[in-house]
């Protein structure tokens, strides 16, 4: 590959960086806000200096040519990029690290990859771009039930496969990168149109394992309704769905595996329905004095019928932090595109409902308005914001987000308990004010999914500890205030106590079952979702 | 009850039928179809001609205000509404009567009959409006296993219970008919809009649990989407599951009980998301002298993400049966419908792709276009068909309908294939010709959803086993083609040949593990869906 190696340590690959001034500017903020001169900074180990755990397992004769002990490849298969991934890939604490990376080329190698793990005993975790924020992808494992960790790496079956222009569908191996599926899909004038933050390094396969969610604001939110059809591994065998439109043949197969975190299979391939390019566009940012006017427009819009592509909010404070605001005042940004017909009574109704609710449409034209003003300097913080992390770590700030879901008749309330939990948690852990921002990243007619950017000043050498307590605090109250603990980031191992208080009982014990008629020796991600 | 009871035979209420006008209208059609004079015509007995086998329980003195052994409650919950059920209802056939019927008023109810129930081995039958076609509704048990049977109905709980205006959203008893369920919703200015054909007999826990689709023809199909949170009583205990308007945590729990067709558990309630009534319509019917052309007309409309609530096509002979054309001519019954803007822009992009497809508009003009010319006739004719089957079947007309979903790729091959298969096997069965037609009742992006209807004149005596033939040959040819064994009437017991060669054999396995921890002894509904 020419392709610089992926990092074992930060987002995406070796040399890939903030620029100094995307630093600077984060870093000049951070100082306003917790009152400091400067950071004590600690820097990540370099490759070298890491030490990994000797192999417990090394893959047979017949596997060797898709298997690997390479230590930067364990290194770098260790975590996701969970800020308690980055703390301790910090301090070089690598101990969880998987025995051997495996890169199958095929359904039959992922096949003779599970029943080899089923001879050694070998815990197996379906790995896709590795940017699960939720300890998806990590060895946490029970040392006396399993003698080994083995990381199935997808990344070599990244192709389209088939094309059907009638349908508007592809059949794609499920580990193809987003800017790798898209390039094979545009020769066809065709687009997946999911586009999540992780877009460039996170795979087809980890979007369905995990609900991930995307481009669209509204109506094709998560990548569930794009699924035509599955092909799922099992250690019991292959499953293949009927690729349909549409069905009513009992509660969907699908449904089962999309979410389902790498418990139940790996999923292989997809028949996957897709949109037509856009051709026509419409947007641009609207300004709100009170953010929950701005909501308010939001519900209006999200009931009219309208399916905008774009319909997100931001409080005053995100605004701000992300340049397209001055603090004063909360941002919509809000765009229709089409593949079909020029969408200017659509933006014209959903800016109706703008002013009825206060809203000042940005003075900015013509058909790329979604990428300028204060939407376009959004956008562009949006997209950098993964390369921040693994920079502001070692200056000791905790910076995450959360996100979930609530229905419209509780979210104000919802929102200010949130925010007042989470703020109070901050300031009690780390005796210093932080800062919590929300803003929609999707909109239902029943309710918003509102995602929280929290900030704070810790301290190196409990900066896990300081994380846990406010992440714990920011994630009883939305339990307990009615809300879903995550509404695409997925649960993975770190949501685990406020999943099983949100799920059904019941519903566990049904999905245990079908895990055991599917994966009997429970080798698949054990600690996700359930309990093996 | 000022009400009339139900029929035990036949559609609706004693009293319902249709008129002498529409059944002749009907008789002189088949008449003419297949070149006879008379029909050969055979009562249905009489309500107190009717014999039931002696009950094997009875209600304990506790549950006896609930329950009952009235021979016309068993009588009537005997069956659903399909073909074969005519037939064995023409014949006096009652052998699989429950032998007990139950009526809970409560949660409460429901769990103490489930404790009954397994004290007294019996299979238990949750029951909506009784309108299933596929054998869903019966108690055709293993004796050796089951002591007993127990239908329960849950037709007395069929309240909404509450009603969030802000969220657009109400929690409704399973058990509400949707006429009394629309009439409780619309002095809050909302509806489900949820219109299958059985609408006014049916039950939204009925069409939660099998995936029924309704009005929407384009987007919100199935009943699936508009499911907000569920309540579902096990054997083991109850399910409720959170109210969001979206989540990822984890597979969706909702959508294992949606489409479980009673073999989990007895769903009680449900959050439901509602619609705004609409105030602004556009619609019409289109002409095509192509059914092809109509449906790729369809299909460029699906495509084109303009989400019309009616964009339904019937070939030439279909519009022919209901009055709505003279058999030279396809006919699109197209309208979009809003409560918050006017559709001008929607309806005359749709017609453009119309247009460019060979469509010429009917002129009906005005906001109730769509109730009038070949839409509104087809509407009426629509409505008024379930009536008609209990007046043929006693004429030896075998006329039965099926449906299914298939990508746009397949979907002209797939239909000459399936129109083929069946015409000759009524061909070969009767041995005179009969006829199938085809209309899409439900189009998506990636396919339409194609429902046939045959007609064919049988012989008394015969008749199931010459339905069974045509119904395997035009089955067969389904699953041989590709497509779903059924897109929305369910599974029940008469799809389950087809359903286990449509499903994969391990999500079998891993649905059967699922309700050996909700059901363990298998009371629920045996034989839908997978053995028990």
Redesign the interface.
Known sequence: MSEARMKHFGWGREGEAMSGEEEGFLLDRYRRRFGVDEFEEKPAPKPQEIELPPPRIAPPASLASLASNDPHERARHTYGKSYPDYVRGLAGDYALAPDVVAYPRSEADVAALLDWAGDVGAAVIPFGGGSSVVGGVEHRLDRARYKAGLTIDLGRMGRVLEV??????ARIEAGAFGPALEAQLKPHGLSLRHFPQSFEYSTLGGWIA????GHFATLY??I?DFV?SLVVL?P??????????????????D???????GI?GVITEAWM?LQ?RPRFRAGGAVRFRDFFAATRAV?SIA?????PANCRVLDAEEAFNTGAGDGSFAVMVLAFE????AVD?WIE?ALECCRDHGGTPEAVEGADAHREGAAGLWRNAFIRMPYGRERMVGRAIISDTFET?????RFERFHDAVKRATETAIKDVTGRLGQVTCRFT?V??????PYFTFHALGRHGSLIEQWRAIKTAASDELIAS??????????GRD?RPW?DR??????A??????K???DPRGLLNPGV?IDP
Chains 1, 2 share one sequence.
């Open positions: 059907d222009r009638a349908s508007r569908a995990t609900r991930s969610a939110t998560h569930d035509e099992t019991q065998g292959r499953i293949e769905t009927r690729r349909l439109p549409g069905s009513g043949a009992g509660p969907s197969p449904r089962l595996f999309i979410g389902s975190e139940l329905r037509d519900r009931q009219a019928g309208l399916f089409s593949g079909d017909h009574p109704r879901a609530i229905t419209w008749d999707h239902y007619p029943d309710g918003p999914a009615g809300g879903t603990i995550t509404h695409h980031h997925a649960v949501h999943y949100q799920r059904p009982h019941l519903f014990a049904a999905l245990k079952a079908a055991q008629a599917l979702l």
